[in-house]
T-cell receptor
């Protein structure tokens, strides 16, 4: 089974609809992240969470919200979807750096979202 | 602030030829650097990482990268390209002085391998 799973894998919705993307992990990591990927722009950080009570905005948080329901679950919501939120969305996890100071990230398979 | 620039959004090589994907970073403190690969319809997979130990880092699938502080570069190379290397490659940087920063990604380089 995959360590980082995302649901749904594909979603088509209409402008103005509320939508939630879900991420679950079995790696036991404290940290979780949401990115969006647009062609030619790489990955842009939307939100990240260092533990259940520590949630931070990323580069492009406007129009998005998140919920860290448990250590293993981190969901991304679009309260009122708009067409320019059409993108590929990735969830990632990492362990706390500790003494190693490394925050290597592990990615889920992605959710392709289309907003009409 | 930290940033990453990947020179060349598309690189095409012949099978068996040298692969060179360029990455330059900007960071006010010693960085940690990563290369990720994304195969079609998949998530990102870590190729290799630099964490202030050896400057020449070996990764999976025959790839390696060299950290050059004087040039602020972390270019990815492979001596001989294989058809299965066709994918998109992302360079990423993280601050090395604190664990509270997330990764900053470059815009990616799509590698094509011609037979």
């Amino acid at each position: 089974d995959a360590d980082v799973t995302q649901t749904p894998r594909n979603r088509i919705t209409k402008t103005g609809k509320r939508i939630m993307l879900e991420c679950s992990q079995t790696k036991g990591h404290d940290r979780m992240y949401w990115y969006r990927q647009d062609p030619g722009l790489g990955l842009q950080l939307i939100y990240y969470s260092f533990d259940v009570k520590d949630i931070n905005k990323g580069e492009i948080s406007d129009g998005y919200s998140v919920s860290r329901q448990a250590q293993a679950k981190f969901s991304l919501s679009l309260e009122s979807a708009i067409p320019n939120q059409t993108a590929l969305y990735f969830c990632a996890t990492s362990d706390s750096p500790g003494t190693r100071g490394i925050n290597e990230q592990f990615f889920g398979p992605g959710t392709r979202l289309t907003v009409l | 602030a930290q940033s990453v620039t990947q020179l060349g959004s598309h690189v095409s090589v012949s099978e068996g030829a040298l692969v060179l994907l360029r990455c330059n970073y900007s960071s006010s403190v010693p960085p940690y650097l990563f290369w990720y690969v994304q195969y079609p319809n998949q998530g990102l997979q870590l190729l290799l990482k630099y964490t202030s130990a050896a400057t020449l880092v070996k990764g999976i699938n025959g790839f390696e990268a060299e950290f050059k502080k004087s040039e602020t570069s972390f270019h990815l190379t492979k001596p001989s390209a294989h058809m299965s290397d066709a994918a998109e490659y992302f360079c990423a940087v993280s601050r090395g002085d604190t664990g509270r920063r997330a990764l900053t990604f470059g815009s990616g380089t799509r590698l094509q391998v011609q037979p």
